[in-house]
């Protein structure tokens, strides 16, 4: 498996848009150069690495350019400039031969309005990428069956023999993601493919995909106009403007270290307690043995904004903790086993939404611990409510 | 070549160039196409401008055409004669005598209520309904018992060829319009004239040839029904969703395994109602036909004229319209079911 890397990808639609490189180059708008020539900026030099295995989201309003940029991928568009390397080879070099054998094994595609074939059966639509490579009967009997594992798969198992037209728009795209798996393509194009779903299948979809994903660690290119959608599902997250990228990073960054006005305009609106997680917002804290004597503690939080220390067990885990003030009030001879109290704790993975409550149930700030069980750092009321509310000062601060 | 033959070739090429031109659409053809057009419009306008400004200023007429076209063709078409004329003869008798075969199975091998219970079960498959397949039995009854079996046989017979001739042709044209745009720009206005053109205008040349007859009626019936056909197919084709066909070239289809596993499948609808609005054209040209000597319903229709009988020409007015309805009928049933699963639906 290999990653895909964009370098200097630009695509200008118009009758000779290969003249017009060095004017974009200089920094044309696209507006202006709509008017004066007649042509339109697609994509304006984007450079990308997208990473095998994981979820990358381009995520951008209508007109973008997210569709446009996503087609480059398969070239079902062909960029004016630039270079598109898959396993570090061009593809843009490849003939029309190689190109087809790169579609049908490497690649597959989902649609926003679904495209299946409206005259073939779930079945046989599932198994299309396959039969268009197939030789003979027996091959396309086989990969029927191959099709009809994938169907189940999505939930569709009893509907194989119907048409699209029967189906609701939520299980015809189910379809066209078993269409999509049952060509086992490691890189698996997403275009706006969940956008024409109610919420709420729209929410399922993506459940089941993340769950598939889990699995699978396909390649996935998912192309969303839906912020909280891209915040959900992508591993790194590109943000397009007008054709060029505006900033590429986790989630995280994102959210919280928007690189242009742009994206922070953007990001305004996000629900952060949904999407940030304990582990991405958590502060260092003091993490002390249970056998080390209250004297070394007592040194060890002096000066610290916060004087708590998390006690850990022999294995690292969370055992209690002991503020300042306890550790001072102690008889002499108390061990830190024994002084420590019971803390409220999060998995990194929690979102702040479901962290807060945590907070009611003690003064002391929430310990964030790995699955485990192992303290990995804590998170203070005020940090959450800040986080929540956007004014967020950067993480260590 | 006399310079009167080469004036009349260029006027030809400016002629079909300027036809083109007109049947361009703006800002979708190639800049070669559209300068090819245009001289062809300048050419016109020059040599029309020039004769006329000379003959201002001289102040005489033309004794002959100035573009002498028409001679040409008489020409062209007396040579055709000359030389191929027996060749032509013979294929003509040739397929005459295949269609009269065909002609005479349908009226004098099959009882008329057997035929009639065929086109009745024809009807049933096609629309699932008894109602039709009842309405195909009376009308046949009736053109029966109107004493007008065997012409309305002879007519079916001439139609069945010419539909056979005319898919045969039609089909594979519709497809490669739809491929390419330059061939659509090219057939466009040739489709335009063969609608457009009355049908005296290629009978003439056509009985020259041919001869009077069945074959010459199934040449000019094909002439005529064949443009809707071929506008449908390429209009199906093109009118097929492009995400579906994204989503087949997504997932590595070749260009063939596109257009006869994707487009054409979905096109079928509109096909299908090309063959109808062939057949319909078809009907229309049965009375045209008759005047050059083919059989059938037509030439009833003819006689009723000659001799003043309105009630004969009625009667066999009559049963062309039965015949159509039935055909008709049929024709959009099948279309309806085809239409089944082949709309996208979100």
Redesign the interface.
């Given at each position: 498996m290999g990653d895909i890397v964009l370098r200097n990808v630009t695509k200008i639609f118009g009758p000779t848009p290969a003249r017009l490189l060095d004017q974009l180059r200089a920094g044309a708008n696209k507006g202006d150069l709509l008017a004066q020539t007649g042509h339109t900026i697609g994509v304006r030099d984007v450079s990308l690495t997208i990473e095998a295995g994981r979820c990358f989201v381009v995520m951008g309003l209508s007109g973008s350019g997210k569709s446009t940029l996503v087609r480059h991928l398969n070239r079902l568009i062909e960029p004016t400039a630039g270079e598109i390397l898959f396993d570090g080879k061009d593809i843009l070099r490849f003939d029309p031969d190689a190109l087809r054998r790169f579609r049908r094994d490497r690649t597959s595609m989902v649609f926003q309005r679904f495209a299946l074939f409206p005259h073939k059966t779930v079945l046989e639509n599932a198994a299309y990428g396959l039969n268009v490579q197939a030789r003979d009967r027996a091959e396309r009997r086989a990969n029927l069956e191959k099709a009809r594992h994938w169907i189940a798969r999505v939930g569709l198992a009893g509907y194989e023999a119907q048409y699209p037209s029967q189906l609701s728009g939520g299980m015809q795209q189910r379809v066209g993601l078993a269409r999509a798996l049952a060509t086992d393509a490691e890189v698996m194009l997403m275009d706006e493919a969940f956008s024409a779903l109610d919420p709420l299948i729209r929410r399922e979809m993506q459940d089941q995909l993340i769950r598939l994903q889990t699995e699978l660690k396909r390649t996935i290119v998912f192309i969303t106009h839906d912020l909280d959608e891209a915040l959900r599902l992508g591993d790194r997250i590109a943000i397009m403007n007008d054709g060029a990228i505006e900033q590429v990073g986790s989630p995280e960054d994102i959210l919280q270290r928007p690189a242009t006005e742009y994206v922070a305009r953007f990001i305004e609106d996000v629900n952060r307690g949904r999407v940030l997680t304990a582990g991405a917002m958590r502060l260092e804290a003091v993490i002390v043995g249970e056998s080390e004597p209250p004297e070394a503690v007592l040194a060890k939080l002096h000066g610290q904004a916060l004087p708590v220390a998390y006690v850990a067990d022999a294995e690292g885990r969370l055992a209690g903790a002991v503020t300042e003030s306890m550790l001072r009030g102690a008889a002499p001879a108390a061990t830190l086993r024994a002084l420590a109290q019971p803390v409220p704790s999060a998995p990194a993975s929690l979102v702040l939404e479901r962290v807060l409550p945590l907070t009611l149930e003690s003064d002391l700030p929430v310990a964030v611990v790995d699955d485990a069980g192992r303290i990995l750092g804590m998170l203070p009321k005020d940090r959450i409510i800040a986080a929540l509310a956007a004014h967020l000062p950067g993480p260590g601060a | 070549m006399s310079i009167a033959s080469a004036l009349s070739f260029f006027a030809c090429v400016a002629i079909v160039a300027a036809i083109v031109y007109f049947g361009l659409a703006p800002g979708r053809h190639a800049a070669r196409t559209r300068i090819a057009a245009s001289a062809g419009v300048a050419a016109v306008l020059l040599v029309t401008g020039f004769a006329g400004g000379w003959s201002a200023l001289v102040g005489e007429r033309p004794e002959m055409p100035l573009l002498p076209v028409g001679e040409q063709i008489d020409r062209l078409v007396d040579w055709l004669v000359v030389r191929y004329g027996d060749f032509l003869g013979d294929i003509n008798n040739w397929i005459v005598h295949k269609i009269g075969f065909f002609e005479r199975f349908l009226h004098q091998s099959v009882a008329w209520p057997l035929m009639a219970l065929l086109f009745a079960a024809i009807a049933f498959h096609a629309s699932r309904s008894l109602l039709l397949a009842a309405t195909v039995v009376v009308a046949f009854a009736l053109i029966w018992s109107l004493d007008l079996w065997t012409p309305t046989m002879q007519t079916l017979s001439l139609m069945s060829v010419s539909l056979l001739v005319t898919v045969a042709f039609g089909l594979p044209t519709g497809i490669l319009m739809s491929q390419s745009d330059r061939f659509r720009a090219l057939m466009t206005p040739i489709l335009d004239f063969m609608q457009t053109m009355p049908s005296f205008v290629y009978l003439i040349p056509v009985v020259m040839l041919f001869g009077l007859g069945t074959f010459s009626g199934v040449m000019a019936t094909m002439i005529y029904a064949a443009p809707p056909l071929m506008r449908l197919t390429d209009l199906g084709i093109r009118l097929v969703?492009k995400?579906?066909i994204?989503?087949?070239?997504?997932?590595?289809?070749?260009r063939r395994?596109t257009l006869f596993g994707?487009q054409i499948?979905?096109a079928l609808p509109n096909i299908m109602a090309g063959v109808n609005q062939s057949i319909m054209m078809a009907l229309a040209m049965v009375v045209i036909a008759s005047m050059i000597g083919v059989r059938g319903l037509g030439q009833e229709v003819l006689y009723g004229l000659q001799r003043q009988e309105p009630g004969a020409g009625f009667v066999a007015g009559l049963s062309i319209v039965l015949l159509a309805i039935v055909l008709d009928r049929i024709t959009q049933a099948y279309g309806r079911r085809l239409a089944a699963?082949?709309?996208?639906?979100?």
């Open positions: - | 969703d995400e579906v994204e989503a087949a070239t997504a997932f590595g289809a070749t395994q994707v499948p979905l699963h082949r709309q996208v639906v979100h």
